[in-house]
């Protein structure tokens, strides 16, 4: 389905963007020991626990989040994303911005690349200013 991990992880946050729990699923591996933890959330173990926690996420509409700064280890069959989220939030009082860490984990199995964990949790409040300026160029 997804020729690199970086596709399935383009398709995770367009999903999540257009709140389509379905499509969502379908980016999730079909093993039963896949794992979400959303921000301040419990534990979601398999695929009903990890379906019906979106669902419940995604009642409420759309969510808007900008990946940025992934830094990302792969070798030949996983892949490990970590990441800024940039999550919008829209309010009476104009756009609002909060900010999560991510790891997104994808493993290679016979139908492509495909999520098996996703972990967000809330970042400081200067983690967006920090953790896009502060990366280095180069590794020594």
Not at 6 to 33: G, S
Not at 34 to 57: E, K, N, Y
Not at 84 to 96: K, M
Request: charged letters at 20%; aromatic letters at 6%.
């Amino acid at each position: 389905m997804f020729a690199t991990p970086e596709e399935a992880e383009q398709a995770f946050y367009e999903a999540l963007e257009q709140a389509d729990t379905a499509r969502l699923m379908q980016i999730w591996a079909d093993d039963e020991e896949i794992i979400c933890i959303h921000p301040g959330g419990l534990r979601a173990v398999g695929h009903t626990a990890v379906h019906d926690s979106w669902q419940q996420t995604l009642a409420a509409g759309p969510l808007h989040i900008r990946p940025l700064r992934p830094q990302i280890m792969q070798s030949m069959m996983c892949s490990v994303h970590t990441l800024v989220e940039q999550v919008s939030v829209r309010t009476r009082g104009g756009t609002q911005y909060a900010h999560c860490y991510a790891t997104n984990i994808y493993h290679k199995g016979p139908t492509g690349w495909r999520m098996v964990v996703h972990h967000a949790s809330p970042a400081p409040a200067d983690a967006g200013v920090l953790d896009l300026h502060d990366v280095p160029d180069r590794l020594h």
